[in-house]
T-cell receptor, first 110, second 116 residues
Framework: ETGVTQSPTHLIKTRGQQVTLRCSSQSGHNTVSWYQQALGQGPQFIFQYYREEENGRGNFPPRFSGLQFPNYSSELNVNALELDDSALYLC?????????FGPGTRLTVL | AQSVTQLGSHVSVSEGALVLLRCNYSSSVPPYLFWYVQYPNQGLQLLLKYTSAATLVKGINGFEAEFKKSETSFHLTKPSAHMSDAAEYFCAVSSRSGGSNYKLTFGKGTLLTVNP
């Protein structure tokens, strides 16, 4: 059974640019959640996708958007990058009450 | 609204000593509670979870946690620390709320160091 995978591992962007992060969910899981983890902090919920529809959103601006595909993989898009967007972005997939995390994408905004 | 408080951002123990990491939660509905571990430059690994069954929950790597509703606590323990336990530990609470299925609210984490 393949676990949750994310790509790329690391990414460096400059302010104002746009970025797309990708996540492949664990086999059999139809729900994907995205979290932002700033340095020295706990992860913060960005949003969740269930069967290709957004199913809840945290306190993040609209320039954070996402997609879920029919195979339940997902993308996180961030427009107009700001310095404070530098963080580890974690994807988690779930089928019931437990979320399983991928290794994360480290985004650095210069 | 839900919240998690982890008491102690940094805990240091000797190898072989008891590990106790504290977590208190706030939730307006019956909570599901989780402990995750994060090793440097890695994602989160599930250690154990409480989902309204037995209040004493056993997890991987010898860790366990006890759900105490009266104290709104879910402390993580391990009888004997090993060097490989050194990592950051996160307590999290979830429930179905705000349209999200079981979104997680995390504490700020506790960094565990193990001294030889």
């Amino acid at each position: 059974e393949t676990g949750v995978t994310q790509s790329p591992t690391h990414l460096i962007k400059t302010r104002g640019q746009q970025v797309t992060l990708r996540c492949s969910s664990q086999s059999g899981h139809n729900t994907v959640s995205w979290y932002q983890q700033a340095l020295g902090q706990g992860p913060q919920f960005i949003f969740q996708y269930y069967r290709e529809e957004e199913n809840g959103r945290g306190n993040f601006p609209p320039r954070f958007s996402g997609l879920q595909f029919p195979n339940y993989s997902s993308e996180l898009n961030v427009n107009a990058l700001e310095l404070d967007d530098s963080a580890l972005y974690l994807c988690a997939s779930s089928s019931l009450d437990t979320q399983y995390f991928g290794p994360g994408t480290r985004l650095t905004v210069l | 609204a839900q919240s998690v408080t982890q008491l102690g951002s940094h805990v240091s123990v000797s190898e072989g000593a008891l590990v106790l990491l504290r977590c208190n939660y706030s939730s307006s509905v019956p909570p599901y509670l989780f402990w995750y571990v994060q090793y440097p430059n890695q994602g989160l690994q599930l250690l154990l979870k409480y989902t309204s069954a037995a209040t004493l929950v056993k997890g991987i790597n010898g860790f366990e946690a006890e759900f105490k509703k009266s104290e709104t606590s879910f402390h993580l323990t391990k009888p004997s620390a090993h060097m490989s336990d050194a990592a950051e530990y996160f307590c999290a609470v979830s429930s179905r709320s705000g349209g999200s299925n079981y979104k997680l609210t995390f504490g700020k984490g506790t960094l565990l160091t193990v001294n030889p």
